[in-house]
């Protein structure tokens, strides 16, 4: 797709943006279109002696964001891990951004993963993050497979961060802010990983989130997804 116009020009309205599934595995490709970019490479993989290569991510930064985004190294396959300073964003706390691509709960890739199942992979790498780190936030994208239909974490009553993020009233369970709307009902094992994981780091899902303008339609579905 990125040898079609009206792709790139939406892309170069970005400062960071990340593509996955590439299937890219080199990471000394030249992307002139791109030159006033950074470009991180998490190279996909080849399954068998047959076919092309699967997986891949991508991430661009403006090169005018130099200063202010750092790689993160991690061992994980397909995923890049960037810290964005806080100046970038006016929050108090650096962002990590994690961009990963997952393969279908069917892939021959699980086959030979080294870092478990699924959604595991996110896991772990989230662990180590915290182990490393402290006193940073988190942004989670990328292809998943994993489908949630409308279910989200549920975040305990006392997170500090909590109020400012229900300017609703609090009295009424239809104004629960993080409740999520969804074109797709299923919820897939995948689904169920991320809600876990959101669970258990305090995250929300924000595709869905209608009320702050998360579109809550169809991206992709597919038989093999998670």
């Given at each position: 797709?990125?040898?079609?116009?009206?792709?790139?020009?939406?892309?170069?309205?970005?400062?960071?943006?990340?593509?996955?599934?590439?299937?890219?595995?080199?990471?000394?490709?030249?992307?002139?279109?791109?030159?006033?970019?950074?470009?991180?490479?998490?190279?996909?993989?080849?399954?068998?002696?047959?076919?092309?290569?699967?997986?891949?991510?991508?991430?661009?930064?403006?090169?005018?964001?130099?200063?202010?985004?750092?790689?993160?190294?991690?061992?994980?396959?397909?995923?890049?891990?960037?810290?964005i300073d806080k100046m970038l964003f006016g929050t108090t706390k650096?962002?990590?951004?994690?961009?990963?691509?997952?393969?279908?709960?069917?892939?021959?890739?699980?086959?030979?993963?080294?870092?478990?199942?699924?959604?595991?992979?996110?896991?772990?790498?989230?662990?180590?993050?915290?182990?490393?780190?402290?006193?940073?936030?988190?942004?989670?994208?990328?292809?998943?497979?994993?489908?949630?239909?409308?279910?989200?974490?549920?975040?305990?009553?006392?997170?500090?961060?909590?109020?400012?993020?229900?300017?609703?009233?609090?009295?009424?369970?239809?104004?629960?802010?993080?409740?999520?709307?969804?074109?797709?009902?299923?919820?897939?094992?995948?689904?169920?990983?991320?809600?876990?994981?959101?669970?258990?780091?305090?995250?929300?899902?924000?595709?869905?989130?209608?009320?702050?303008?998360?579109?809550?339609?169809?991206?992709?579905?597919?038989?093999?997804?998670?």
């Open positions: 797709k990125l040898d079609i116009k009206e792709v790139v020009s939406t892309l170069l309205t970005f400062e960071i943006f990340a593509l996955n599934e590439t299937f890219v595995y080199s990471d000394t490709l030249v992307y002139s279109r791109f030159s006033e970019y950074d470009v991180y490479v998490a190279r996909a993989v080849k399954l068998s002696q047959h076919g092309r290569h699967s997986g891949g991510v991508l991430v661009f930064v403006r090169k005018t964001l130099f200063d202010l985004v750092r790689k993160i190294e991690i061992k994980y396959d397909h995923m890049i891990v960037l810290e650096s962002v990590f951004l994690v961009c990963l691509y997952v393969h279908p709960s069917d892939s021959k890739y699980w086959r030979q993963s080294q870092y478990g199942f699924g959604l595991e992979i996110l896991e772990q790498c989230l662990m180590d993050l915290f182990e490393r780190y402290e006193d940073f936030s988190v942004i989670v994208c990328g292809d998943l497979n994993a489908r949630t239909g409308c279910e989200n974490a549920v975040l305990d009553d006392d997170d500090e961060w909590r109020d400012e993020w229900r300017p609703y009233d609090k009295t009424n369970v239809d104004n629960y802010v993080f409740k999520r709307n969804s074109d797709d009902r299923e919820l897939s094992i995948f689904g169920r990983e991320l809600v876990n994981i959101c669970n258990s780091f305090d995250c929300v899902i924000a595709n869905g989130l209608c009320r702050f303008g998360f579109d809550d339609s169809l991206t992709f579905v597919s038989s093999t997804g998670g």
